[in-house]
Nanobody
């Protein structure tokens, strides 16, 4: 099993920045992809960004150029740097890690972009 600990959410004004972190523990040797999803009220959960163990990243069109995903394999941690935040980025952000036979979710962290 893999346990995930997320941090970094909060309230920020439009145009501001936040950095989310997600640290994995447990059966970390089997992790391949680490990523972030988000779910806004009344909407389906959607992929924001994901990165493989080799560093290949996939970024959603809606955040490309504003958000950056990175990964520290030595710390088993994935980061989401969010810049130029917009009100439409408001959502609960979930960390996800996946291997060949499993997928684990974090508890979610709220990001609110409002003036």
């Amino acid at each position: 099993q893999v346990q995930l600990l997320e941090s970094g959410g909060g309230l920020v004004q439009p145009g501001g920045s936040l950095r989310l972190s997600c640290a994995a523990s447990g059966s970390i040797f089997s992790i391949n992809v680490m990523g972030w999803y988000r779910q806004a009220p009344g909407k389906e959960r959607e992929l924001v960004a994901a990165i493989t163990s080799r560093g290949s990243a996939n970024i959603a069109d809606s955040v490309r150029g504003r958000f950056t995903i990175s990964r520290d394999n030595a710390k088993n941690t994935v980061y989401l740097q969010m810049n130029t935040l917009k009100p439409e980025d408001t959502a609960v952000y979930y960390c996800n890690v996946a291997g060949s036979s499993f997928s684990s979710w974090g508890q979610g962290t709220q990001v609110t972009v409002s003036s």
